[in-house]
């Protein structure tokens, strides 16, 4: 019998936040507990633990702002400690699509001994360029399991607690938001570990979202909160090339990144300038090791 708890990782979002965990607790195979681990500078979220009264649910106060990474690292941590064999890596905005979700998960983590982590949808990484590429739709046409590079944020990640008491190896809170992820899921590929996924369960959400045949990405515009998550991308995406001796992947993103602000100025001045302030103060920031949550204008 596997011991299996889940984490959600919150940020003042308490009015979300019960229906994220009544519809985990809905999963055919259910966590033993969920630990809530709290971002937030309100008391508003813990109250709302306490009302819930539910004892398969443990509040944990950070006390302050650590971001995904550093939420993340606690969760795992605190669970592999108390013997879990697998962790639920979960988001109080991104609960489990179907109801069966856990328990195929689950299936597929325990057909692999060196099985490091499962999700419901991964993609392939390129150490050489430095890119994420996509699954192909062609590749999960037929029935089995699929050998991915990293599972993002928000696709039900699943992570074997064994390996994390072993390697020690969490998400770095330093980097805040951004390819955390990402970040994990090399070193622990780095170890041996195996990211696997569903292939026919993986189609199911792409055909669910609507996500087959997506045309190329056009390059657009962006919103400013798009803007301030591509500063941590840029900052965090060098920070991890540089410390996992991806040399030629780091000098790929760190040219392409340059370029791509040049583009921007197709959409006016103000649209370049911007990107080029936002560019040169990730890689600013980088250089001199100002990582963590940044205030920053756009």
């Given at each position: 019998?596997?011991?299996?708890?889940?984490?959600?990782?919150?940020?003042?979002?308490?009015?979300?936040?019960?229906?994220?965990?009544?519809?985990?607790?809905?999963?055919?195979?259910?966590?033993?507990?969920?630990?809530?681990?709290?971002?937030?500078?309100?008391?508003?979220?813990?109250?709302?633990?306490?009302?819930?009264?539910?004892?398969?649910?443990?509040?944990?106060?950070?006390?302050?702002?650590?971001?995904?990474?550093?939420?993340?690292?606690?969760?795992?941590?605190?669970?592999?400690?108390?013997?879990?064999?697998?962790?639920?890596?979960?988001?109080?905005?991104?609960?489990?699509?179907?109801?069966?979700?856990?328990?195929?998960?689950?299936?597929?983590?325990?057909?692999?001994?060196?099985?490091?982590?499962?999700?419901?949808?991964?993609?392939?990484?390129?150490?050489?360029?430095?890119?994420?590429?996509?699954?192909?739709?062609?590749?999960?046409?037929?029935?089995?399991?699929?050998?991915?590079?990293?599972?993002?944020?928000?696709?039900?990640?699943?992570?074997?607690?064994?390996?994390?008491?072993?390697?020690?190896?969490v998400p770095e809170e330093k980097l805040f938001y951004g390819f955390e992820e990402l970040d994990f899921d090399i070193k622990i590929i780095n170890l041996g570990y195996k990211l696997l996924v569903d292939k026919?369960?993986?189609?199911?959400?792409?055909?669910?979202f609507n996500r087959l045949e997506l045309p190329s990405r056009t390059f657009q515009k962006k919103s400013k909160s798009a803007l301030f998550r591509e500063y941590y991308s840029t900052r965090n995406i060098l920070?991890?090339?540089?410390?996992?001796?991806?040399?030629?992947?780091?000098?790929?993103?760190?040219?392409?990144?340059?370029?791509?602000?040049?583009?921007?100025?197709?959409?006016?001045?103000?649209?370049?300038?911007?990107?080029?302030?936002?560019?040169?103060?990730?890689?600013?920031?980088?250089?001199?090791?100002?990582?963590?949550?940044?205030?920053?204008?756009?």
């Amino acid at each position: 019998m596997i011991k299996f708890a889940g984490f959600i990782m919150t940020y003042e979002r308490e009015s979300i936040l019960l229906d994220t965990i009544q519809r985990i607790f809905s999963q055919t195979v259910p966590p033993e507990k969920i630990l809530i681990v709290d971002n937030s500078t309100t008391n508003h979220t813990e109250k709302l633990i306490k009302d819930f009264n539910n004892p398969k649910v443990i509040y944990h106060r950070v006390g302050y702002n650590s971001g995904p990474a550093g939420a993340a690292g606690i969760g795992l941590r605190i669970l592999a400690d108390e013997g879990y064999d697998w962790i639920y890596w979960g988001d109080d905005d991104d609960p489990p699509v179907f109801e069966d979700t856990f328990e195929i998960l689950l299936k597929t983590a325990l057909s692999d001994p060196k099985c490091g982590c499962v999700g419901v949808v991964g993609q392939f990484f390129n150490r050489k360029t430095g890119f994420i590429n996509r699954v192909s739709d062609a590749e999960l046409q037929s029935e089995g399991i699929i050998e991915v590079d990293t599972i993002a944020g928000g696709m039900s990640k699943i992570v074997n607690g064994a390996m994390i008491l072993k390697s020690g190896i969490v998400p770095e809170e330093k980097l805040f938001y951004g390819f955390e992820e990402l970040d994990f899921d090399i070193k622990i590929i780095n170890l041996g570990y195996k990211l696997l996924v569903d292939k026919k369960f993986y189609l199911k959400h792409r055909l669910n979202f609507n996500r087959l045949e997506l045309p190329s990405r056009t390059f657009q515009k962006k919103s400013k909160s798009a803007l301030f998550r591509e500063y941590y991308s840029t900052r965090n995406i060098l920070y991890i090339y540089y410390g996992n001796k991806l040399k030629r992947a780091f000098l790929t993103v760190l040219f392409y990144s340059f370029f791509k602000q040049i583009l921007r100025f197709k959409h006016g001045f103000r649209a370049g300038f911007t990107g080029f302030k936002l560019f040169f103060l990730a890689f600013f920031h980088f250089l001199s090791g100002r990582m963590g949550h940044r205030k920053i204008k756009i």
